[in-house]
Structures are given as C-alpha cells and as structure tokens.
C-alpha cells in the first residue's frame, strides 16, 4: 500500500495590531504552507501581527535594537520532543510591513506574502548574514513566491 503525502500545516495566528489590510486566516495559511512544501510534510507555527511600540519592544530584548522590524522569528530549539512538528513564532510588525509596501511601490498582499514565506525560511534555519547563504535564502524566497504568482521581491 502506497502512503500519500500529506501536507498538513497549522497557523495559529494572533493580531494584536489596529493596522488595517492585515491579510486574513487562509492567506498566512496559504503562505506558510507553500514556504514549508519543499522542506516538511508537516509543521504548526503561530504568528502574531503586532502594531509598532510591541515590534520595537521585541527586537529590542531579542535583538539589542531599538525600533520595530518588519518580522522576527523565534525558533522552537530543544522542544521537539515534547511537540514534534513544532517549527516556532513568527512575529510581524504590521505598520513596519505596510510602509516597506508603500516605500517599495509593491502592493500590501505581495510584500505580506513575502515577509511570511522569509519568516517561515527563518524558522526552518535559513540566514541572511552571510553572502553565500543570504544567495540561498533569496532563491529559495523567489521560487516560493513565484510559484504562488508573485514576482522576484528584489526586482523594483
């Protein structure tokens, strides 16, 4: 008996921001699962869409920097045991996420599903310090997002 693949993603997701264009449930559903398809069957992630002073408040403990970023991500290290499947927290900062769009003259759902699909490459260890690995990150982002219908993210 053949066993089918089964790709099974849940999205807790939390706004805690007054922003308004926030994407809806299915649309960070959507995007998680197409960040994950290539790397896992299966995988539970909560996001929480934050408005600015929570943002900053954030990555300045986390991060030593004192002003809002448009996403953190906080991986569940050392907890596999007890939740398999567990990836971690994606925090996103609507108003930062929202002024990058506009500044970038890309439309919100675009830069939304970017900065999602680039918080999901986060959790799955992806980095962008490096040079090598920041080529790697990016192409990784552009095929994820191309196969949703989205143009390259670093094409203006």
Request: charged share 30%; with cysteine; net charge neutral.
């Amino acid at each position: 008996m053949k066993r089918q693949r089964s790709n099974f993603v849940l999205v807790e997701l939390q706004v805690k921001s007054s922003s308004v264009g926030i994407p809806d449930q299915k649309f960070f559903e959507i995007c998680v699962q197409n960040a994950l398809k290539a790397f896992r069957e299966s995988g539970e992630i909560t996001i929480r869409v934050v408005d600015r002073e929570e943002g900053r408040k954030l990555n300045q403990r986390w991060r030593g920097v004192n002003e809002a970023t448009n996403v953190l991500a906080f991986t569940a290290e050392g907890v596999e045991h007890a939740k398999p499947g567990l990836l971690g927290d994606l925090v996103l900062c609507a108003p930062v996420i929202c002024s990058e769009a506009r500044a970038q003259g890309k439309s919100r759902q675009k830069h939304w599903a970017h900065m999602i699909v680039h918080g999901v490459l986060h959790l799955l260890e992806f980095d962008h310090k490096e040079r090598g690995r920041a080529e790697e990150m990016e192409n990784w982002e552009c095929a994820i997002l191309s196969e949703m219908g989205y143009p390259n993210p670093y094409e203006r």
